[in-house]
């Protein structure tokens, strides 16, 4: 079941801020966050862990909600660096093993004027 | 220390041709992953490899698609008599060994990009 990403597009000016959020119907184990320029590989931003554990960026925040299923991206401060499409990759697992397999939402584009 | 590797960057084939592309991941990882990406569309899980073992393959069209990693190489996702809906770029990831209870980022190579005429 893949995840709903909103909003599904989000255009700011260089130091405005933004929230994109991933919503599962399944269980989670992990979220994981990449950042895809056009015509590029997506690239590795952040993953959150079931029990709260993060691995992240400095300049980019997230959080999980493992009840809710949710988890959601911040930018802050935005740069015209921020500029591609974010996508959230979620794994599910069982008893505390990780299956390995992600499953990618459809992609938020933002955009970051001058 | 060498990200994920993938080659060739661009394939172009007939319809009813063959196309093999070739991943190889990152020092150190024993685990590989395909996904396939549309245009404007986001990545689809394919199928999830150990070496010399297929653990995943469910995201694998039943036909014409395999996938292998063999104990020495690079991982291989062949596909036979290619079909214009082919058409895609083609991203392997990798990651090191799943500790039990904890989950290890993927990496992604620069992708394959399949035109088929």
């Known amino acids: 079941q893949q995840p709903v990403q909103s909003p599904q597009a989000v255009i700011l000016r260089e130091g405005e801020d933004a929230v994109i959020n991933c919503s599962s119907s399944?269980?989670?184990?992990?979220v994981h966050w990449y950042r895809q320029k056009h015509g590029e590989a997506p690239v590795f931003l952040m993953i959150?862990?079931?029990?709260?554990e993060q691995k992240g960026h400095d300049k980019i925040s997230a959080s999980f909600n493992e009840k809710k299923q949710q988890s959601s991206l911040y930018l802050t401060a935005s740069q015209l660096s921020y500029s591609g499409t974010y996508f959230c990759?979620?794994?599910?697992?069982?008893?505390?093993?990780?299956?390995?397999?992600?499953?990618f939402g459809q992609g938020t584009i933002l955009t970051v004027h001058p | 220390n060498a990200g994920v590797m993938q080659n060739p960057r661009h394939l172009v084939r007939r319809r009813g041709q063959e196309a093999r592309l070739r991943c190889s991941p990152m020092?150190?990882?024993?685990?590989v992953y395909w996904y396939r990406q549309l245009p404007e569309e986001g990545l689809k899980f394919m199928v999830y490899?150990?070496?010399?073992?297929?653990?995943?393959e469910s995201g694998m069209p039943k036909e014409r698609f395999s996938a292998e990693f063999p104990k020495e190489g690079p991982s291989i996702l062949r596909i036979q008599q290619v079909v214009r809906g082919d058409s895609a770029a083609y991203f392997c990831?990798?990651?090191?060994?799943?500790?039990?209870?904890?989950?290890?980022?993927?990496?992604f190579g620069p992708g394959t990009r399949l035109l088929v005429l």
């Open positions: 490899l150990q070496k010399e073992n297929i653990i995943d």
């Open positions: 020092k150190g990882h024993s685990h």
């Open positions: 959150l862990l079931k029990g709260g």
């Open positions: 990759g979620t794994e599910r697992g069982a008893g505390g093993t990780s299956y390995g397999k992600l499953t």
């Open positions: 399944k269980a989670l184990y992990s």
């Open positions: 990831a990798s990651s090191p060994p799943l500790a039990s209870g904890r989950q290890e980022t993927q990496y």
